[in-house]
Structure formats: structure tokens, C-alpha cells
């Protein structure tokens, strides 16, 4: 990848702790993967802050990790993009990060990525959960085009010789609205961690830049330690 592209790993979640630690700095894909309404940002809140109940894996996120490295290794070989555990933030809004499951950067400089699950369901179509988490990626990575692969198993075995998968482009009119929805959950924690109402508009003496300077200072209050 170019260096620009490689400036923006803020984490690699091989160092777990420090991968988390940022990753509660930011909004991720797994963040905005439920935000589907106005109603969805109070949950997205009470999950971001821990007040929900917390979710520490089970025998079929447990296999999910354990397969990952194998799909992993057929998207390289078939597909020619590699697998990645870092996390990116995007190009202007530092807190919109990303950990694709692979990336490649062709030499006229578009991003492809690739998104891997496992799943005991046979598919009709891409979960919406799942579609939004791959928009999120692509808006945080610059990305044209992800390649989403799913393994099907029976009682963690797998079905197929090889997984399925297909090609969902960039949506940039999807990525608009999670990111408008984005917007409102930091608004949403804002609230929480302060106890205020976050400020609506800049001063009217404010210059444009001095408006985006004060509004990012308060949502960086909402995102830290």
C-alpha cells in the first residue's frame, strides 16, 4: 500500500489491548453495523459505554476466529488480497476506524478489500448488519469495491471445498447515511459522558474552520479514556 495509506494503521489487533483501546476511541464497523434508525443510536450508545449487556464470544465467534486464517489464505490465493489485521482511521474524521479482514492497493491506487465470515445459515442475500459494516469499511478505507466471503458449516464443519463469495461495490449514497447516523451516536455520547447537550452551531463570528475545530474538540471529549 502507498505510505499515505499505511499512515492511517492507528492499530494492529494482533496487540489486542492496545487494538481495543483505540477501537473505543473511534466508531468501528461493528459500531455502526446496528445503526439502521434514529432509535437504533440509543443502543449503539449503551453498547459503546458498556451499559448493555456485553458480549464476550461464543462457540461460533470462537470457530469464526479459528477459520478466519484459513479463508483468509483462499482470498489471497484466488483473489490476490491479503489478509490484514490493522485498523485504519479514516482520511479526515480520525474516529471513523475500520479493520478489514483483507486488503489490497492496485497500482493505480484503488483499494479493494475483503470482508470474511462464517455462518451455520444458508444465505439468500448479505445481512443488512453485515452490508453496513462492509460500507463503513469502504468509507473509512477510500475502498471501490469489497469482496465478501462466507463459509457455511454444519455443527462447525464445513459444507463446501471452498467458500462462497461475491463482490458488493461502493454505495456512496449508504455510506452518506451511516455516516449521518455516525455523527449523531458521537453527538449521543457526547451527551452521556458530559452531561450537555452538544453545541448545535458555532458562534456567528466563527469562521467555517473555527466552527469544524470547536465541534471536533467536543466530540474528541466523547471518545476519550
Request: hydrophobic share 40%; aromatic share 6%; with cysteine.
Amino acid at each position: 500500500m502507498t505510505p499515505e495509506l499505511e499512515a492511517r494503521i492507528v492499530a494492529d489487533s494482533r496487540d489486542r489491548v492496545t487494538w481495543l483501546r483505540a477501537r473505543a476511541r473511534g466508531i468501528t464497523a461493528t459500531d455502526v453495523a446496528g445503526l439502521s434508525s434514529e432509535a437504533s443510536i440509543a443502543r449503539a450508545a449503551d453498547s459503546k459505554l458498556g451499559a448493555g449487556p456485553r458480549f464476550g464470544g461464543n462457540a461460533y465467534t470462537d470457530h469464526g476466529r479459528r477459520r478466519e486464517p484459513e479463508i483468509a489464505a483462499w482470498v489471497a490465493a484466488t483473489h490476490g488480497i491479503l489478509p490484514s489485521s490493522a485498523l485504519f482511521c479514516a482520511e479526515v474524521e480520525k474516529r471513523h476506524l475500520a479493520t478489514p479482514d483483507g486488503i489490497v492497493q492496485e497500482t493505480d491506487g484503488r483499494v479493494l478489500l475483503a470482508e470474511i465470515k462464517t455462518t451455520n445459515k444458508s444465505w439468500r442475500s448479505i445481512p443488512r448488519t453485515y452490508l453496513r459494516q462492509v460500507w463503513w469499511q469502504q468509507h473509512v478505507l477510500g475502498a471501490e469495491r469489497t469482496l465478501f466471503v462466507w463459509e457455511e458449516h454444519d455443527d462447525f464443519r464445513p459444507i463446501h471445498d471452498e467458500p462462497k463469495s461475491v463482490w458488493i461495490d461502493r454505495d456512496d449514497r449508504e455510506i452518506g447515511r451511516l455516516v449521518g447516523l455516525a455523527t449523531r451516536l458521537i453527538d449521543e455520547l457526547y451527551h452521556r459522558t458530559t452531561g450537555q447537550l452538544p453545541p448545535q452551531q458555532a458562534p456567528a463570528a466563527a469562521s467555517g474552520r473555527e466552527a469544524l475545530r470547536e465541534r471536533d474538540m467536543f466530540r474528541a471529549l466523547a471518545l476519550s479514556d
